[in-house]
Every structure is written in structure tokens, then in C-alpha cells.
């Protein structure tokens, strides 16, 4: 593409608005579903533990199949548009069914729960590799993709805000007293929400990069040609560490609200607080990364993330001005996190299509996808050790060790990884003289390409 202006305001809103669909679902499963499978649907939290791990290793091999079948898709209407039409309707039935309480024994809804929350898992794979993949073939520009990409999780924090704040009072609402078919209707609500969004989304938003032939080798090539890649390598280490900051930051919350700081009545001004600085963050990368390459910003924000992390270890539970001060502070700097790291990925493609002569984006993006699910899951598993060996006791007045270990989950912890995380992106190679100089080399293979629209 020759021109950046191509890129309107209109496309970059539909393609926001795809993550805020997809985040319709993604909050539910990090805010309530636990809650709804223990609670509502009653099913032992053991088992809902195991169902859960048992999906993530799934993801392990569905992400990467997907990956490989977006890629070797070819339509009229693009590579990755048509699977936000194809995959909307599955989507929006597998969470209805997903939180639908069956008239079963416990063996029966723990059947029924495996393979409802498999097949939702597997739909929202379907629909949510080929949406990120897209980001690297809208634009080959570098800036652009970053710019594009923080519209991208403005959508998706400003979608798991609304599902975040609004999810409770719609199952009262639309339940009337009966939360098994309150929880049915709201996700009848948030699904058909996210079905107008992704076909706003398919029709809004064009497919600019094209490979220089039809993609002919086999995925194993494509994951050969990962193993190889260092700056893709690179991003998928720092983004399993990275989400184990955040998920652990995240999933704490309640618990450090509650137990250390004794005002669980806080907990949804302390969580809207921290979704509304990750999406200010998001909003301001572009202005961030016109003073700061990629690579430098991503060290200072971390190492910020840090400081901070280890401050509040040192905050009493007296002083709550300060504890928000902080939350909102680290916020800003986890906000830019995504829109930089998905950007780079798209970058990685680039660079891979460069050194092999094969552009595998959706492998890229679909691997990718799996970091991040892949440092949730280490995420809880950490959280879990840690309340248990600490002597964590639900609903009861906590032991000066159980209030120790979860404070520590909630700033020292974290904290490390952020360390951890912000001496990993040192190792990432792709500088913006070598991205010039790649898609220039990728302009000159394909000397059509500067005259598609």
C-alpha cells in the first residue's frame, strides 16, 4: 500500500470494534465464568480447575491449526475477513450453551460443562486468530499497525469495561430472581451485540498486504520458519511474562481489596479505575512511540511497572488514596503493552516473509494468542500455590502469613515478572531502519503491490 490515508477513521473504529466484541466473552471468562460454574451451575471448583487447564492445553493445538488454515485461505473477500462472518453465529450459540444450566446430575453437567466450554473455546479460536491476523495485513506500515493496534485495545478494554460493570445487573435484571435464566439472556445479549460488531468489522476493513505467491508449503514449515524467527521468539517469552504481571495483578485484586485493605466495597471502583488507565494507555502509544522506538518504550513502561509494584509493597492498608494512585499509575503503563507487542508481531511477519519468502501472519498471531493463554494459566496456578501455602481460608478474617502472601501477589510478585519481562525485550532485534529497509525489499518483490488499493 502506498498510502497510509487509505487507513480512515471508519476502518480503524470497525476494527476496534471486533475486539470489543470478542472481549464480550474474554472478560466473562476472566471475571465469571469460575464464579458461574461454581456457583450457579454448582459444580465442585476442582473440577472447574481441571476443565479449565485441560482447555488451555487444546489451545495448544487448535491455535496453531487455525493459524495455518487462515493462512492458506483464499476468498474474494481476503484471507481473514470472512472467518468474522463464519464464526459469529458459532460463537454466539457455543456461549449461550456455555452458560446454560441443563436439568442434570453432577456427572451429567460436568459432561455438559467440558464440552460446552471446549467448543466455546474452540469457537472463539476460530474467530479471534484470523481477527489478529488481520492487523498485519491491513497496513504495511509500522506506525500505522501501532496506531491501528491501540484503536484495537481501546475497543477491547472499553468491551470488558461494559461487561465488567453492567454483567451483574443484567442477570438481576433480565432473570427477575432466577440467575440460571439471567445468565442465558445476558449472554443472548452480548452475543448479538458481538455479531453486528464483527460484520461491521468484515465490511469496514480491507486486506492490503499480499503475499508474493499462494502459500503452497506445508504448516509445518510455517512452524519450522517460527523457530527461527528471534523477534518473534522473543515477543512470545515477554508476552507469557507480561501476562502473568497482569493476570496475577489482576486476579489479586478482589482478594487485596477484601483481606489486606478491608473495603471490599471498593473492588469496582479499584477494577473500573484500572480498565479505564489501560485504555488511556492504549490510547496514548501513538503519541508515546513518536518519542520512543517500540523496544525502548516497552523497557521504560515495564521497568516503571516495577518500581511501582515494589512501592506499594511498602503502602499501608490505611492509605487507599495512595493504593489507587498506583493501580491507575500501572495501568497507564500495562495499557500500551498490547497495542506495541501485537504491533511488533505484525512486524515479525514481515520479517519472516523476508528471510523465508513465506508470509505465515496467522501462525504468527495464533501462536501468539497462545503466550498469552498459556501465562493466564501459570498465572492462576501461582495464585493458587500461594494462597495455599500461605493458609488462605475463604470468607474468614485472614492470618497475618495468608495477608503477607496476598500482598506479595499483588505487588512484589508481579512486580518481579515486570522485571523479568523488561530485561527480555532487550533481546529483541527488529530496529525501525531494519523495518523500513524489510518492507521495502518486500515492495520490490511484489512490484504490483504499491498499485493495490
Known sequence: MSDNSA??????????????????????????????????????????????????????????????????????????????????????????LTFTVPDLDESGKVIWAYATYILLMLAYTFINVPYGALLGVITPDSQ????????????????????????????????????????????????????????????LCKERVQPASVQK?????????????????????????????????????????????????????????????????????????KWLDKR????????????????????????IAVHFIIQGLIG???GPKSPLVFSMYADTADYSEYKHHRRSTAMIFSAAAFSQKLGGAFAGAIIGGVLGSMGYVPNMTQSPDSQAGILMLMT?????????????????SLSEAQLTHIQQALVQRKPDAANES
Not at 34 to 53: C, H, Q, R
Open 412 to 428: 512484589l510478585i508481579p512486580g518481579a515478572f515486570a522485571l523479568i519481562a523488561a530485561i527480555c525485550i532487550r533481546f529483541y
Open 7 to 96: 487507513l480512515t477513521i471508519k476502518e480503524k473504529v470497525a476494527y476496534a470494534l471486533c475486539d470489543t466484541a470478542s472481549n464480550f466473552y474474554w472478560r466473562l471468562f476472566d471475571v465469571f465464568l469460575f464464579y458461574f460454574y461454581t456457583d450457579v451451575f454448582e459444580i465442585p471448583a476442582a473440577t472447574v480447575g481441571t476443565m479449565m487447564l485441560a482447555a488451555r492445553l487444546i489451545d495448544a493445538f487448535t491455535d496453531p491449526a487455525m493459524g495455518a488454515l487462515a493462512d492458506r485461505t483464499q476468498t474474494r473477500w481476503g484471507k481473514f475477513r470472512p472467518y468474522l462472518i463464519w464464526g459469529a453465529l458459532p460463537l454466539f450459540f457455543a456461549g449461550v
Open 296 to 319: 525502548r518504550l516497552l523497557i521504560v513502561l515495564m521497568s516503571l511497572v516495577t518500581l511501582l509494584s515494589f512501592v506499594q509493597f511498602f503502602v499501608s492498608s490505611e492509605h
Open 217 to 289: 508449503h506445508s504448516p509445518l514449515t510455517d512452524l519450522k520458519d517460527l523457530t527461527q524467527n528471534k523477534p518473534w521468539l522473543v515477543l512470545f517469552s515477554l508476552a507469557l511474562i507480561i501476562m502473568l504481571t497482569i493476570s496475577i495483578r489482576a486476579s489479586s485484586g478482589t482478594y487485596f481489596l477484601k483481606y489486606f485493605i478491608g473495603r471490599e466495597d471498593l473492588i469496582s471502583s479499584y477494577m473500573t479505575l484500572y480498565m479505564v488507565s489501560l485504555a488511556i494507555g492504549a490510547a496514548i502509544t501513538p503519541l508515546l512511540t
Open 332 to 334: 497507564l503503563c500495562l
Open 144 to 203: 500505522q499497525r501501532t496506531l491501528l493496534s491501540s484503536f484495537r485495545f481501546i475497543g477491547a478494554f472499553s468491551g470488558g469495561t461494559v461487561v465488567a460493570y453492567f454483567t451483574p445487573s443484567l442477570v438481576e435484571t433480565l432473570g427477575q430472581g432466577n440467575d440460571i435464566l439471567g445468565w442465558q439472556l445476558t449472554l443472548v445479549v452480548y452475543g448479538l451485540l458481538a455479531m453486528g460488531m464483527y460484520a461491521m468489522c468484515f465490511a
